[in-house]
């Protein structure tokens, strides 16, 4: 099962890379602006809205220079840009593909500390003999004896959650051998 987990996480970590790669090839391709007016029309007459982008100063930001071509003629221009609402937009495309890096760098990160976990998990962990699953109520009375004072057991985080993951354990067995009981009262 790990295998299985672990060439799918493989893949994965393969797929973001090329999909980073991908980006990054099509950010350079292609030159965004950071600023722009936006103009949007609505419909006027027999002529439908639009809305019209264009690079343009903030104080040009107007129907007049940015709607190219005009669809009216010349006596019904005043009329239609007054219908137009214009809005002056600025970003940062540089603070963007930033974000964007950082995000990609913290996910593929993770993805790696994934892998890293599933390869070498199995190879820190013991196979634990007293585990094993709840056939009968028989088996539910034998539980791995308690080794609190063993000076060999370090203070790792991981066996400070597997010592946590047995007491959960003890405790399901626990729950499951009085729902037993209580059955067999009830039976």
């Known amino acids: 099962m790990s295998t299985r987990a672990g060439s799918w996480s ?28 936006k103009c ?11 809305t019209y982008n264009r690079n343009v100063s903030q ?6 220079h940015v ?3 005009m669809p009216v003629p010349g006596h019904d221009v005043e009329a239609y840009c007054l219908l137009c609402e214009c809005k002056y937009e600025e970003r940062s495309s540089t603070t963007i593909k930033i974000t ?14 994934m ?3 599933l390869l070498v998990d199995p190879l820190i962990r013991k196979h634990d003999a007293y585990t094993q699953p709840l056939q009968n109520e028989e088996d539910s009375e034998e ?28 405790q399901v067995q626990e729950q499951r051998k009085t729902v037993f009981d209580r059955h067999k009262m009830l039976s």
Do not use: H
Request: hydrophobic share 50%; proline share 5%; with cysteine.
């Open 10 to 37: 493989v893949a994965v970590a393969a797929a973001l890379c090329l999909l980073l790669l991908d980006a990054v090839a099509f950010a350079q391709a292609k030159n965004f602006e950071d600023v722009r007016c």
């Open 40 to 50: 949007i029309c609505p419909p006027y007459r027999n002529i439908s809205g639009n």
């Open 59 to 64: 104080k040009d930001c107007n129907c007049l």
């Open 67 to 69: 709607v190219e071509p």
């Open 100 to 113: 964007i890096i950082i995000y990609l760098a913290v996910v593929g990160a993770l993805l790696l500390y």
């Open 115 to 117: 892998l890293f976990l």
């Open 143 to 170: 539980m791995r004896p308690q080794v609190d004072g063993d000076p060999a057991r370090g203070n790792t985080v991981l066996e400070r959650v597997e010592g946590a993951q047995q007491r959960w354990k003890k």
